[in-house]
Structure formats: C-alpha cells, structure tokens
C-alpha cells in the first residue's frame, strides 16, 4: 500500500478529500436518483398509457408533457444548472453545496429516464394490453399487472443506463460547489496538471459503472421470463453502459481539449500565404473570457503600423499558456506572475514575461453581513475553484483575520493548507463565475474584480474586505503578458507592451472596470 501512495504521491497527500468526493458523487446520485426514478416513471406511463393507441389516449396531456420533457432534455445541463439556481432555492433552501446540486440533477435527469420508460413500456406486445382489456382488468390493474409487471428487465436496464448517465452529469455539480469525483478531478488533476489524481478518479468512476452495470445484470437475471430475451437483454445493457462510461471519461478529458475562439478567424492556425506576406503582421493574443475591452484601443493603435492584433478566447485558464509554448498564439495575457511561474515549473515551458498590464484584486462580498466581524461561528464561504483564484481566495481570508495558512505553500495553498479555522468556517468551492450569482446562499463570497462588476457589485463600495494591491514587480498578482523566451525581443511584441501602456488604455480601464481592474505602469 505505501509504495502505491508513493507511485501516486498526489492522491496519498489528498486522500481524505478524495473519500469525501466519493460521498458526495454517492450521495448526489443516490438522491436524485431515486426522485428521478419516482417522478420519472410516473412521467413516463402516463405519456405511454395517454399516447396514441394508449389505453387512456388523450392527445392534449399527451402533446402537453411531450412538449414539456422535449424543453428540458434540449437545455444543456451546464446551463439548467445556471438557470435552476433560483428554484432550486426555492424547493432545497440552499443553491449551493451536494443539496443545492440534488433539484438540477433531478431536473436534468427525469426527462431522460421517462422517455426511456415510455420506450420500455412501448415494447410489450399488443396483444398483451388487449387481453388484459377483454379480461375487463382496468387501466390501474393494466398498468402495474400488465406494463410494469412485464416490463421489469427492460426498466431495470434503462434504470441501469440513467444511473449511469447520472454519475457523468454529477462531474458538472462542482459549479455549484457539489463536489463529487468529477469536481475533484477537475480542480486537482486537470487545473493543477496532477495527473495521478486523474487516474485514480477514472477508475473509481469505472468501479461505480462496472458494479452498477453488474448488479443491473443480475436482477435482469432474475426478473426476465425469456432466456433468449435475457441473453440479448445483457449485451445491450453491457454495451450501452460501456459506451456511457467511455463517453463520460471522454468528457473529462475533454476538460483538457483546447476549446478556442477568435475575434478575427474561425481557426487558430496561421495561414501559411498570410504569413508569407510582408502586410499586414498578424499577432495572435491569446486571453481568457469576454472581458477585453482594454484591448480595444491597443487593436485600434497597432492597426496604425500594419500590425493586426488577433484576440484569441480560451475558455480555460490551464490552455493559454500550453498553446504559446506549442506556437498556436504568438503572446498571452491573462495570468498573473504567481500563476505564470507555477505553470512554467509544472510543465517544463519556455516562457518569458515581456511586460505588465493590471492587478485584479479579489474582494470579499455578502448579502447576509456588513462587515467582517459580523461573520460567526459555523459560516459558510464561497470561493473559486479554479486553482489560481482559488489560492488568492484563501490568502484573502488570511489576510481578512479569518483563517491562518500553512506559509510554506506559497501563493495557491488549498483548502487543506489551512491551519486554523477558530470559526469552522465551511468552504465551498464553486465556478468562479457563479461566485456571484450565490452570494444569497452563503455568508459570503470571494470573487474576482471582472465577475463582480460583471454582476453590479462595485468592489471600491461593496466589498467587505478588498485584496491589498501595490505596485511593483515583487506583487505575485501583477498580470502579465508572456511570449516564447526565444521571440522575446522580437520587436512587434514590444510595440504591443508599449501600445498596451498608454494613457488612453488606462483610462478605458478605469471607466470600464470600475475598480475591478488596476493599470500598473
């Protein structure tokens, strides 16, 4: 045992949390699972037993639901887990947290397995219904002696199936700060380039697939009336349930995939004619998310000379870098020092720091208290939980007397690098972007300068306690922009730095951002 902790040293140093991820993947799909499957199954006999040729045809309830479960199976669940977040409020008490993720999970879930019930519940034959009807057995006897009775397997496998598909859909609840493997995976072995964290997660989340898919198999066993029909039963749940579970270990590294788009091109690789030609010069810019209206007036200045300055938008701060060092863009400016550094030790890249932009202070907010000492006893805290944000966060609640941290981490300690808690605070890490949207849910959220101004919080006039900035090359903080150590020199990146740092760049920041973001030159 100890020299396998020692081959995966990441996964021994967080073991606890891995068995507390566990739980809670365990408990998510528990839970809603089983509402699923209750209000599912009811779902799915009435649109079998309403539709046409049921044995209650009635067009109007049936046109109704159909439509209704067509709505909600069309709506990615990233989005219905945004878009829940009041409801879920409303029915749970709490947006946030393993209870908060049950409502979405519920929601995202039960339009698929009633469609998968109505399914099952259409292969029992005809003749079966009709001669239950001239038997003068009623539509509640048809319904639980007749469809349900005989269709026992068939459910059984779909229930398998659903299941299934629940443990993929539960990786997403970390937005709300659910947990779970997937999360965990996520925040450790994906951001954090700790690929051990991912193997280990993979296969525990095999072993849910392989021990649900098992006992699915065996009351199949039991409960199917034709051997044949049992035998055929069993290749398709062993096949649908392993096409599942390769679709969901996809989707997690899919995490990883470079998911690009750009301001001026539908593709991120050079044209090779364009590059061959001497006008105009075309500089790929890589930066993370829509907030970039600083870049603006530097597009607009460089145009000036020929030079056309490419934004190209990644959707994860773990991408930029990786892809500068693979010559995808020519410069990137979305991190700070702290994070640069972390990243170029990490992964052996041959990056350089060329020149400075912005601070963007962290800033502690709350709808339930008004100032710092008002937060008690047993309070909860909302933090990112991206790796790079999420280390600020803590460092921010030091700093604000709340918490004490281990010193020797550095810059992005964890949620285990706490030393002492005098409060028993309870954290929930979150998608930096929802950070906002749950400040009802807890006592108080940590979020980032773009994500509050983006949600009408003013971190000069809201904040309880605001990051402390200062100037100067030694604040870890400090945005930078970064090219290849061996084009640093190369003189239409240098007019980039220089057309950045300019009056008129600052005063857009200052207008735009409102505080949220700090010119440093």
């Not at 539960?170 to 072995?189: C, K, S, W």
């Not at 930066?287 to 600083?294: L, R």
């Not at 020092?337 to 709350?366: M, Q, R, W």
């Not at 980032?448 to 983006?454: K, L, M, Q």
Request: hydrophobic residues 45%; negative net charge; proline residues 4%.
């Amino acid at each position: 045992m100890e020299k396998l902790l020692n081959f995966l040293p990441n996964v021994a140093e967080k073991l606890p949390e891995l068995w507390d991820s566990t739980l809670q993947t365990l408990y998510m799909v528990f839970f809603s699972g089983v509402i699923s499957f209750g209000i599912g199954l009811v779902i799915g006999i009435v649109l079998t037993v309403t539709g046409k040729n049921g044995i209650l045809c009635n067009p109007l309830a049936y046109g109704i639901l159909d439509k209704v479960m067509n709505f909600f199976r069309t709506i990615p669940f990233v989005i219905l887990l945004a878009s829940l977040i009041p409801l879920t409020r409303l029915i749970a008490g709490t947006a946030i947290g393993t209870k908060g993720a049950i409502v979405p999970l519920v929601f995202g879930t039960v339009p698929f397995y009633a469609r998968q019930v109505e399914a099952s519940l259409a292969e029992l034959e005809a003749g079966v219904i009709e001669a239950a009807k001239s038997m003068g057995t009623s539509p509640i006897g048809i319904i639980f002696r007749v469809y349900l009775r005989e269709s026992i397997s068939s459910l059984v496998r779909v229930s398998v199936i659903t299941l299934i598909s629940l443990i993929g859909l539960t990786a997403m609840a970390g937005a709300v700060g659910g947990g779970g493997l997937g999360d965990f995976a996520i925040r450790y072995g994906h951001q954090r380039n700790q690929i051990d964290v991912i193997y280990v997660t993979v296969l525990l989340l095999l072993m849910m697939v392989l021990i649900i898919q098992a006992v699915g198999n065996f009351i199949i066993k039991k409960t199917n009336h034709k051997i044949g029909g049992n035998k055929r039963m069993k290749r398709k749940i062993k096949g649908t349930a392993l096409i599942l579970a390769i679709g969901a270990l996809l989707g997690l590294a899919a995490c990883g995939s470079n998911g690009t788009e750009s301001t001026t091109a539908a593709t991120t690789q050079a044209d090779p004619s364009a590059a061959q030609a001497a006008e105009p010069v075309v500089i790929k810019l890589g930066v993370v998310g829509e907030n970039n209206e600083q870049w603006k007036p530097v597009q607009e200045s460089l145009a000036v000379e020929g030079i056309t300055l490419e934004l190209v938008k990644f959707a994860d701060y773990s991408l930029p870098n990786q892809a500068l060092a693979d010559g995808e863009i020519d410069l990137n400016a979305f991190q700070h020092y702290a994070f640069f550094h972390n990243e170029v030790a990490d992964k052996g890249l041959e990056l350089t720091v060329i020149g400075e932009t912005i601070i963007a202070p962290l800033g502690l907010y709350s709808e339930n208290v008004s100032s710092i000492g008002e937060i008690g006893q047993d309070a909860s805290i909302a933090i990112p939980s991206d790796a790079t944000n999420g280390g600020r966060a803590i460092k921010l609640l030091e700093a604000a007397g709340l918490i004490k941290v281990d010193p020797a981490v550095g810059y992005t300690p964890t949620l285990s690098d706490i030393t002492d808690n005098p409060l028993h605070l309870t954290f929930y890490e979150v998608e930096a972007a929802n950070t906002a949207s749950l400040l009802p849910d807890v006592t108080a959220s940590v979020i980032n300068g773009g994500h509050a101004v983006d949600n009408g919080l003013s971190p000069e006039k809201d904040a309880l306690f605001i990051e402390t900035v200062s100037e100067g090359s030694d604040n870890p903080y400090i945005n930078i922009i970064a090219a290849r150590t061996a084009d640093a020199e190369e003189p239409n990146y240098k007019k980039v730095v220089e057309a950045f740092q300019t009056d008129e760049v600052a005063k857009v920041i200052e207008e735009y951002y409102k505080g949220a973001y700090i010119p440093v030159w």
